[in-house]
């Protein structure tokens, strides 16, 4: 049983990621006055995309027809590793902070890889800028995973947010425990910068654009074809999908085991929603920031995530 609920979580989640990309998507365009497309659209952009032939560039190797499956394997990996809303994910002994890290960090480098061998200018430029975003967010992740650990007094990240639940109940029982909701709310804060830089959303990068000057992310993929740039779409709406269940756990970290399945998915759905009209108001409100002006706001997470981890030590 505990093995069929693990992987239907997983199965759940990477059905869901498409949705919740397109509700952000419907929500911005009916902020700006605009009747919008359906939040089934990128769903339908896949299945276009699946039908269509690869081209490549002349210039291309090998390293250009592996690297958009070695981009969308590490996300589809970590959707088995964490407990977005049931307790035993399928890979649940795997998901520690550097296995994430670096599984999130291996997709990147296989995205400039294959910008990088495509010989195009946009592809070195996006995969330098890529690299820039990342090299300063990065640290901040590190920091604010093994802060989470500290606090809870576990390495493995689904007995974390499992231990964060349990907390969180004992809190609103007869008998709260040292639950702290300081800690918790820095967490959310920095890895609401975080979410918004590694996943090339307004004020980092706008996800819309194809100006030459101001892409980041879309220049990396920008010779992508039929179902190279599916895997390419699909495992950025499942990055997006990731960050923001972890938003989610951090909100209110209610996971089920068996009998709770049904309610924690229910909430589970309610929060990712929730997110995603916080991650539209964002960009709708807020205009895409200069590229040297990036480095004072992700220095500002680096700050919030340290002074977590003092915290998380003196708690």
């Not at 997983?10 to 869901?16: F, N, Q, R, S």
């Not at 640290?139 to 802060?147: D, E, G, K």
């Not at 007995?159 to 709310?185: C, K, Q, T, V």
Request: hydrophobic letters at 55%; proline letters at 5%.
């Amino acid at each position: 049983m505990n093995l069929l609920l693990g992987i239907m979580q997983a199965l759940v989640v990477l059905m869901l990621a498409p949705f919740f990309a397109g509700f952000i998507h419907k929500l911005k365009q009916r902020i700006r006055g605009q009747k919008g497309i359906s939040v089934f659209q990128l769903y339908r952009n896949l299945y276009k995309l699946h039908k269509k032939e690869i081209v490549l560039s002349k210039d291309a190797s090998l390293v250009s027809r592996l690297a958009p499956y070695f981009y969308f394997l590490p996300h589809a990996l970590l959707c088995f590793m964490l407990p977005f809303f049931y307790e035993s994910p399928l890979l649940g002994n795997s998901s520690n902070p550097v296995v994430l890290l670096y599984l999130l960090s291996l997709s990147i480098f296989f995205m400039t890889l294959y910008a990088l061998d495509q010989a195009s200018s946009f592809g070195a430029l996006g995969s330098s800028r890529e690299w820039f975003i990342s090299s300063l967010s990065e640290p901040s992740a590190i920091l604010l995973l093994f802060s989470l650990c500290i606090y809870t007094g576990e390495f493995n990240l689904s007995h974390a947010f499992l231990r964060l639940s349990n907390e969180l109940r004992s809190f609103f029982s007869e008998h709260p425990s040292h639950f702290s909701i300081s800690i918790p709310f820095l967490l959310l804060f920095t890895l609401l910068i975080l979410t918004l830089a590694e996943n090339a959303r307004i004020p980092f990068d706008n996800p819309e654009t194809h100006l030459e000057l101001t892409m980041v992310h879309e220049a990396n993929i920008l010779e992508a074809s039929g179902p190279h740039l599916l895997l390419f779409e699909y495992g950025s709406y499942l990055r997006l999908t990731l960050f923001l269940s972890i938003m989610s756990i951090l909100i209110f970290p209610f996971i089920g085991d068996s009998t709770f399945y049904p309610l924690a998915f229910a909430l589970y759905l309610l929060k990712m929603l929730f997110l995603c009209i916080l991650i539209a108001f964002v960009e709708s409100f807020n205009a895409k920031m200069r590229l040297f002006r990036i480095p004072n706001v992700l220095s500002f997470a680096f700050v919030l995530s340290l002074l977590t981890l003092i915290l998380s030590m003196e708690a």
